[in-house]
T-cell receptor, first 117, second 115 residues
């Protein structure tokens, strides 16, 4: 069975602060994919990143960075110098290759981030 | 090109009525997914289509829920005899399968309210 845990339900930060959103996953698959999605107040889920289990390199995209650590089954997401536009619910997700099937994606319950001006 | 579109964007219905929700995936995407998101909750997987077939229907909550996909494109999610607990946002996503996990791209959702 697959599971994604986002322990932080809600986080509030002041604009320009850095913030890290935690994601811990469980899977028995040796090949799997991890995702982050953003859901702004408008409601539409926006794809941010996909990472496969063989690539543990950290990734940076502008103010966003992701830290994938297989040893701790974590795929954390950091926003540097947060902005009000970053206010949204962020979902971490997992797609497995064997037990879950590649195409079934298990989502975490989301972390609501509020950036206060 | 155009993203995933869903219609209607909002639907208000009375308990006991049937509703149909439509999803138009990104052109060329072979896989299509339906999810349900209740207020303030995460995403609940409902059903997945590969082409016109549905290899995974495990998430459909009851036999009142059904879905079909025709021509490898548009999909319809039907809820019969709606109940108040069916009120939620129904999200559709599509992906292009390339041997790995295709990234799912989501539509704006249909907000269903059952009175």
């Amino acid at each position: 069975a697959q599971k994604v845990t986002q322990a932080q339900t809600e986080i509030s930060v002041v604009e320009k602060e850095d913030v890290t959103l935690d994601c811990v996953y469980e899977t028995r698959d040796t090949t799997y994919y991890l995702f982050w999605y953003k859901q702004p107040p408008s409601g539409e889920l926006v794809f941010l990143i996909r990472r496969n289990s063989f690539d543990e390199q950290n990734e940076i995209s502008g103010r966003y960075s992701w830290n994938f650590q297989k040893s701790t089954s974590s795929f954390n997401f950091t926003i540097t110098a947060s902005q009000v536009v970053d206010s949204a619910v962020y979902f971490c997700a997992l797609s497995g290759g064997v037990s879950g099937g590649y195409q079934k994606v298990t989502f975490g319950t989301g972390t609501k981030l509020q950036v206060i001006p | 090109g155009a993203g995933v579109s869903q219609s209607p964007s909002n639907k208000v219905t009375e308990k006991g009525k049937d509703v149909e929700l439509r999803c138009d995936p990104i052109s060329g995407h072979t896989a299509l997914y339906w999810y349900r998101q209740s207020l303030g909750q995460g995403l609940e997987f409902l059903i997945y289509f590969q082409g016109n077939s549905a290899p995974d229907k495990s998430g459909l909550p009851s036999d009142r829920f059904s879905a079909e996909r025709t021509g490898g494109s548009v999909s319809t999610l039907t809820i019969q005899r709606t109940q108040q607990e069916d009120s939620a946002v129904y999200l559709c996503a599509s992906s292009f399968n390339s041997g790995g996990a295709g990234t799912q791209y989501f539509g704006p959702g249909t907000r269903l309210l059952v009175l």
